[in-house]
């Protein structure tokens, strides 16, 4: 089953980022040196496991499933999109990003998962359908052609995608319900909100396994990284390449901007003024170049 292949292929994949760690879908970690943050929850994946203490307050909420061990996913530490695009550029490689105006439902939920790409044609069967058997952590990807005159999803499919241990659902579309999908909590990247559903009739067939994002084609088991600056997605075959580059630069800047809040301005960190008088002698030194010397961050 490829959907099975591309989970093992990302799970394995997981190991270089941040100290070596090595997650397994089901929530079991099975190795780990060091790195950042490690726990996550199925509604809130990029989060912090809220104290059991709070069950009782999610329970009182009718959208809210109350989560219990089978159902906690442990995913890699996140990567910040602007990282993986710069990392991409870094790499001669096409940054494949989503539309601008793509947009989270939830702000401040990051995700990252593997692509469960569907093309939707008027009925959420196929949603059903995609869903049934996926692995847990997937991305569902929807093309619902950048349409604004209907929405595509809403609190039921939401949940069945919660169920299903989905990671986050991105559309290339509308959705509705919104109140009820922040309280649901499942992490959702939208066009926006639209109250009307599908009216059209879809033609017969077996659901469309891609999913063509505002001209970027999306595969199975491609990489989606979301956050509030958008969506990216990164073919697995680079994704090692992409993340280890994407890591890099996060620390370094992470570094500079330490620096900085303890009083050293960044002009200072990467010798703004020696550049400035390599390139009076050298117009075509660029800031690029001298960066990379340097060891340094703040453009590609």
């Known amino acids: 089953m490829v959907a099975s292949r591309t989970a093992r292929t990302w799970q394995r994949n997981c190991r270089f980022l941040h100290g070596g760690r090595t997650f397994s879908t089901d929530g079991r970690r099975i190795s780990a040196s060091h790195g950042r943050t490690e726990a996550a ?5 990029w989060k912090r496991r809220r104290p059991k203490e709070d069950d009782h307050q999610n329970e009182q909420t009718a959208f809210r499933l109350k989560e219990d061990e089978e159902a906690k996913l442990i995913q890699p530490p996140q990567l910040a999109t ?9 790499l001669g490689i096409t940054p494949k990003t989503g539309p601008f105006d793509l947009k989270p439902v939830i702000p401040g ?14 009925s959420v069967d196929v949603f059903l359908e995609v869903i049934d058997g996926a692995d847990p952590g997937s991305v569902l990807v929807i093309d619902n052609g950048g349409r604004l005159d209907e929405a595509c999803i809403g609190d039921l499919v939401a949940l069945e995608a919660k169920l299903a241990k989905i990671a986050a659902i991105v559309v290339w579309g509308c959705h509705r319900d919104t109140a009820q999908l922040r309280d649901i909590g ?3 990247f939208s066009l926006g ?3 009307q559903g599908p009216i059209r009739v879809p033609p017969p067939g077996t659901p469309m396994r891609v999913a063509v994002i505002d001209g970027v084609m999306v595969r199975p088991g491609d990489i989606v990284i979301a956050d509030d600056d958008g969506v990216i997605f990164v073919p697995l075959a680079d994704f090692e390449k992409v993340s280890e580059t994407a890591s890099t630069i996060m620390s370094t800047e992470q570094r500079q901007a330490t620096e900085m809040v303890n009083g050293r301005n960044l002009r200072e960190q990467i010798g703004f003024g020696a550049y400035l008088e390599h390139r009076a002698k050298n117009p075509g030194y660029s800031l690029r170049d001298h960066l990379k010397a340097k060891g340094g961050a703040i453009e590609t």
């Open 41 to 45: 929850s199925l509604g809130n994946i």
């Open 82 to 90: 602007a990282a993986i695009a710069d990392a991409c550029i870094r």
């Open 109 to 122: 939920v990051p995700v990252m998962g593997p692509a469960l790409p569907v093309t939707h044609l008027g």
């Open 186 to 188: 499942l992490p959702i």
């Open 193 to 195: 909100a639209r109250l």
